[in-house]
């Protein structure tokens, strides 16, 4: 079945400094990948949806020179956040789609990463 | 008001019970929609997906979807103590910027 992996499952960090989460579809290639943020007790909040090769669609909020996205190629898209702040303290979950057609067909989400901002 | 409302719970209930959990929404262009179940500090596994009003079964889960009330429910039969979990409502419009809206997620603890 369709695999995606991250990296990594859990990282702290201290205020100011930036950190980098990888996303890979270990066996497909993903044309779109898809990052999520969810606080404890709250859903999933889409931030950005990356095609390989272009720019990031960011959503609604979500400050994009904060969160900066690459999906430099079909099996990997990176997350790196900015300059953190405990605020952004969070789990990060990816997806990954691996052919055209209805999301909830066609997406693989991640295990999540952990941050914690100190 | 959000697009989509979940009891948070939690729900506990004894092994072998029927599990109802149930969500409601407000955006009547969703035409797609899911269960995905999420163990602790791990991604979502899609368990269900229907599309418009209607029932589905797989084993021992049933969805069920009332597009006249907005209104959508997950059954599992004979409840396992590894069904504990969050379980986690989503919908999807048809068409469009295709994105996904999910629920806050009911946990489910399932005693044995």
């Known amino acids: 079945g369709a695999v995606v992996s991250q990296h990594p499952s859990w990282v702290i960090c201290k205020s100011g400094t930036s950190v980098k989460i990888e996303c890979r579809s270990l066996?497909?290639?993903?044309?779109?990948m898809f990052w999520y943020r969810q606080f404890p007790k709250q859903s999933l909040m889409l931030m950005a949806t990356s095609n390989e090769g272009s720019k990031a669609t960011y959503e609604q909020g979500v400050e994009k020179d904060k969160f900066l996205i690459n999906h430099a190629s079909l099996t990997l898209s990176t997350l790196t956040v900015t300059s953190a702040h405990p605020e952004d303290s969070s789990f990060y979950i990816c997806?990954?789609?691996?052919?055209?057609?209805?999301?909830?067909?066609?997406?693989?989400f991640g295990p999540g990463t952990r941050l914690t901002v100190l | 008001q959000k697009e989509v409302e979940q009891d948070p719970g939690p729900l506990s209930v004894p092994e072998g019970a029927i599990v109802s959990l149930n969500c409601t929404y407000s955006?009547?262009?969703?035409?797609?929609f899911m269960w995905y179940r999420q163990y602790s500090r791990k991604g979502p596994e899609l368990l269900m997906y229907t599309y418009s009003s209607g029932n589905k079964e797989d084993g021992r889960f049933t969805a069920q979807v009332d597009k006249s009330s907005k209104y959508i429910s997950l059954f599992i039969r004979d409840s396992q103590p590894s069904d504990s979990a969050t379980y986690l409502c989503?919908?999807?419009?048809?068409?469009?910027?295709?994105?996904?809206?999910f629920g806050t997620g009911t946990k489910l603890q399932v005693i044995p």
């Open positions: 997806s990954a789609r691996d052919r055209a057609g209805v999301l909830a067909d066609t997406q693989y």
């Open positions: 989503a919908m999807e419009t048809a068409g469009g910027y295709q994105k996904v809206t």
């Open positions: 955006n009547s262009a969703f035409q797609y």
């Open positions: 066996d497909f290639q993903a044309t779109t």
